[in-house]
């Protein structure tokens, strides 16, 4: 929108989203590197836990990550039609810190409505923020591709944060003070962005033109649809409808399947689609399967991952135990230093025409995800034989994890934003969330089946998913070929 340059060379309203998004991103990677770990903590005991099984500690977390990733795409929704983005950003922070301070309150009936409101505000603000990003340039401004940059570092710096301080408080002080921790931390955000909203001048301020009857009409449904979704959320709370998590979240992993492959058929056949935007279209769907397929691994590290650092690794330096959560700040820590070097890797081969096409790129992050567990898997049968193991092997995982990320997640975004349908744009973003969704719910039920017997059935799950990656990198590998001489970024 404007030719400002104050903010590293960016337009100074980025700072404002820049320090919103670092502080969301604090409290939610926080909270969530607590939350198997409090649910399967012991009930007795210093700091006592909730005492549930892995398997369904791990269901309630997939749940949870798909629900905080599917929610964006109504969550979109509103900021287009009834909100606009810059109020749904606003409404989204408040609901978080909401959500987190009612975590802070040390009652198990609470836990599950203080998740709910996590996943609500999140809705609103995870995608609608990144939309206001890209809005913040004009059209055919160089810079946006380096604004998201810019803001995927606030992402991690958010993270490394949130890991520092909500596990160390969590963990050795008592599970509620880092679910508190987390709520202040998204209240400063909230703060910045009501004081420095107005940098954001006109980017993301008001929805779609239409009719005043049209959007009374809709504000209409909307509420219906809240009421609905509170009454059968109250419903669950109070304990009148009971689920079981795991079963549940088999069946939320279909539905979200069902809702991606119909949404991407819709729009292929019956959307009025030009060939070459359906040839897009399919280009974007097979990363999507590549995308959901990685976050799948990824996320374990708040789930298995933690279970391993938590049960089977030395944490000691120096004769002090630091805090599982910490080894999580090696992803964000590798993002951050290498990222330019990643960038500077594509932009050397791009010079000198070997810039591999996306589907490479996808597969090569598969290929490092399938490293990292293969990894696992070694770290794994050492610990049967000698537990506990090193921190090295969940660093090294880590980064291998990392380098398989920055392959994919920032590279997925930008080709979401290039080859989506323009006038489907924002739809396609919720797209893009909704393989973050599946890869979510993916992780918590493989990270119950991994934990459920201890180190034993670790091994066989991680097994499965190295195969897994291995058949969908060779898919992409393949596809690639069909797509050639065609799109490269
Ligand atoms: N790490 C990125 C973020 O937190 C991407 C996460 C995801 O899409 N699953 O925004």
Redesign the pocket.
Known sequence: MNKDTAFFGHPVGLRTLFLT?MWE?MS??GMRALLVLYMTGAITGFNPGMGLSAINANAIYGIY?GMV?FMVVPGGWIADNILGHQKAVLIGAIIIALGHFTLAIPLEQTFFLGLMFVVLGTGLL?GNISTIVGNLYRENDERRDSGYTIF?MS??IG?TLGFLICSYLGEKIGWHYGFGAAGIGMTFGVYQYIKFRHLLEDAGQKPNEMSDEKRSNLIKWTKISLIIMFTVIGAGLLGFITVDPRVFAENFAYFLTIVAGAYFLYLYGFAGLKNVEKKNLLLLFVLFIG?AAF?SG??QSASSLSIFARDYTDLSIGGFIIPIGWLQFA?PIF?VTFAPIFAGIWAHLARINLDPSLPIKFAIGLIFMALSFIVMVYAVKLAMVTAPVGMRWLLLTYLLQTWG?LAL?PIGLSAFSKYSPKRYMGQMFGL??L??AI??VLAGLLGGDATVDGLSSVQPIFTFMIQYYAVIALALIIMAYFFKNREKT
């Open positions: 998004e991103r939610y990677y990550v990733y995870k995927y992402i991690n993270s995308a976050w990824f996320d992803n993002v990320e997640s893009w969330f393989a973050s890869g979510g």
